[in-house]
């Protein structure tokens, strides 16, 4: 068979029906994407501030003293390790801002299953002792659920502080009934 050079590549045709299954594809898939992103936001900032309150935790044993994680009134959600224990965010004093569109929100279903006793207001604070155990909750557990605002769609994850100082985060599907530690 000999060769013709104006049968090489392929038709207008041909390269439309390919960009065509590409756009459906892509408009099916962009919306799970995007609900995937906002879960691992969700996730990987609720470990960051498990692991900032650890950090205060093991301030107050380096320093063998008393170290708060304090949550300061603003939006969006910001804490700093109080190492001087004067409620004061001072420049020397380690500080983490979440994004402006998380929010502690009410536990929902799910908070029921913990059976908690403190729970973390926006004006609360979680003070360790020199041992690293958490200072005025006697044996109960301290709650943070984290959450994107009023909309349940993309879970909750809670933050676990037991009195002897280990933290957890916890996970919640939208509509769980139960909480679940990974």
């Not at 041909?14 to 590409?22: H, Q, R």
């Not at 006697?138 to 984290?146: D, P, Y």
């Amino acid at each position: 068979m000999r060769w013709h050079p104006k049968n090489r590549g392929f038709s207008l045709v041909e390269l439309l029906v390919v960009i065509g299954i590409i756009l459906v594809i892509s408009a099916l898939a962009v919306p799970n994407v995007a609900r995937q992103i906002r879960q691992y936001r969700l996730g990987s900032n609720a470990t960051l501030l498990a692991n900032f309150i650890q950090r205060a935790r093991f301030e107050a044993i380096k320093r063998n003293t008393t170290v708060s994680c304090r949550l300061l009134p603003v939006n969006p959600i910001t804490l700093f390790v109080d190492s001087d224990n004067d409620s004061v965010q001072d420049a020397n004093e380690s500080l983490l801002v979440l994004p402006s569109d998380l929010a502690f929100v009410g536990g929902g279903p799910p908070v029921g299953t913990f059976n908690l006793g403190v729970v973390v207001t926006p004006a609360g604070a979680i003070s360790f002792d020199a041992r690293g155990a958490v200072l005025g909750v006697g044996s109960s557990t301290s709650l943070a659920i984290l959450g994107y605002g009023a909309n349940p769609e993309f879970g909750r994850k809670a933050i676990t502080v037991t009195a002897s100082g280990k933290t957890k985060v916890w996970s919640a599907e939208s509509g769980a009934a139960a909480w679940r530690y990974p």
